[in-house]
């Protein structure tokens, strides 16, 4: 066998389970981006979710200095206790709760909250309910475990607020757990009040979990977040994902968190021990300060974002075929296309191959998504213009 060729040594040697990993398009088309860049092409970048910010100053200062003071070392799996204690104290002044530091599960980024989240509630054959178009990476993940993926279709009229009654009629005695996002990639939808009221009702009546994914939450244009946490019967049915990625342009820290029931934080903790053993520690200090230093950083980059979003929904609504609505959140507009002829995918390589923008195709993030775009606005005023008046272009003259 060791001096055999295989025509496929994937086919031959990779788990059943890895072929059905999906992955995060807007990786995909950065690459082609950075050949074409490679090539003496100018591209505009609209594909990937990341704030066009550096971190605070005062973020950076207290990262750089817990490496001189010594946390270089392995901490605990579930996080520094001082960073935990600061999560579940912001946590529960912004969002009315009453978490424990217990309660508080510090990763490598947030989406490890999601692996193990879905690893540790949904067994072979469960289903989870999930928001299409959503983050591509809610249905990988339940596909690899072996359960069921049943996509909840989110509409425009509804500004991609998900419908409750849709959602009522896909529950079965075999839907264990429920995915929700709001803010919302790659829409901007934000849930109202009497949505999550709505959603709560039936995740307890249907003895559900729901894996609450708030990680925009910071980034929200009207009125102030709501967790589905607060509604009754939810904080013991409830994990909240959350990081600094988005809120503090600390993407690159890779810091995230989740909080949830204490006997569920225990059984995170222990998959923590089992893959990555901690998150860093120095970055965890860096935590602390974001927390509970200066937050005007977030105010303005916030405030920078409801700028470029006005600038950018006008600029898509005068465009030959394509009309948008408003997103209430979040760094993207997510233009419905179909009026132009193309389909989502021939319309987003055309875009790059013929015009210089990256953006992304909305069946990227579910079959929902044809007919639609997803446009990341986190990038300067002046390349939003450049990039939206090429395409413009493009469709006038298409």
């Not at 050949?35 to 092409?41: K, P, T, V």
């Not at 709501?226 to 990625?245: H, V, Y």
Request: proline share 6%.
């Amino acid at each position: 066998m060791s001096n055999l060729k295989l025509k496929d040594p994937a086919a031959h040697y990779l788990a059943k389970r890895a072929e059905r990993l999906g992955t995060e398009q807007a990786f995909e088309v950065l690459v082609k981006a950075r050949a074409l860049e490679a090539q003496g092409r100018e591209v505009i970048h609209f594909e990937i979710g990341e704030p066009d910010f550096e971190t605070a100053p005062h973020i950076i200062e207290a990262g750089a200095k817990a490496l001189h003071d010594g946390f270089t070392h392995y901490g605990p799996a579930a996080g520094l206790p001082q960073l935990r204690e600061a999560i579940a104290a912001d946590v529960n002044q912004s969002r009315g709760l009453e978490y424990r530091p217990e309660q508080v599960v510090v990763t490598p980024g947030a989406k490890p909250i999601m692996f193990y989240a879905i690893l540790a509630l949904v067994n072979e054959g469960d289903e989870v309910i999930y928001p299409d178009p959503g983050f591509p990476i809610y249905g990988s993940m339940v596909d690899y475990v072996g359960g069921v993926g049943v996509p909840l279709p989110l509409r425009a009229e509804r500004s991609f607020r998900l419908d409750p009654d849709e959602l009522a009629a896909l529950i079965t005695p075999r839907t264990r757990l429920l995915i929700i996002n709001s803010p919302q990639n790659p829409t901007g939808g934000v849930l109202e009040p009497q949505d999550l009221d709505r959603i709560a009702e039936l995740a307890v009546q249907h003895d559900l979990f729901v894996l609450s994914d708030e990680i925009y939450c910071r980034l929200i244009f009207e009125g102030r977040h709501q967790s589905i946490a607060t509604r009754p019967g939810m904080a013991e049915r409830t994990i909240i994902l959350d990081g600094f990625s988005k809120t503090y342009a600390m993407t690159g820290w890779r810091l995230g968190y989740g909080l949830m029931p204490g006997w569920l934080a225990q059984h995170m903790a222990r998959l923590m021990t089992n893959s990555n053993s901690c998150t860093s520690s120095f970055t965890q200090i860096a935590g602390v300060a974001a927390l509970q230093g200066p937050q005007d950083s977030v105010d303005q980059m916030r405030e920078e974002f409801r700028r470029r979003r006005e600038v950018v929904i006008t600029a898509l609504n005068q465009m030959p075929g394509v009309c948008c609505v408003l997103p209430a959140g979040a760094f993207y507009a997510f233009p419905d296309i179909s009026g132009t002829g193309f389909s989502s995918r021939e319309l987003a390589d055309r875009l790059l191959e013929e015009a210089g923008i990256a953006l992304l195709w909305g069946t990227a993030f579910g079959e929902a998504g044809e007919g639609f775009l997803r446009i990341s606005y986190a990038n300067s005023l002046a390349n939003l213009q450049t990039g939206l008046g090429r395409m413009s272009e493009f469709l006038k003259n298409s």
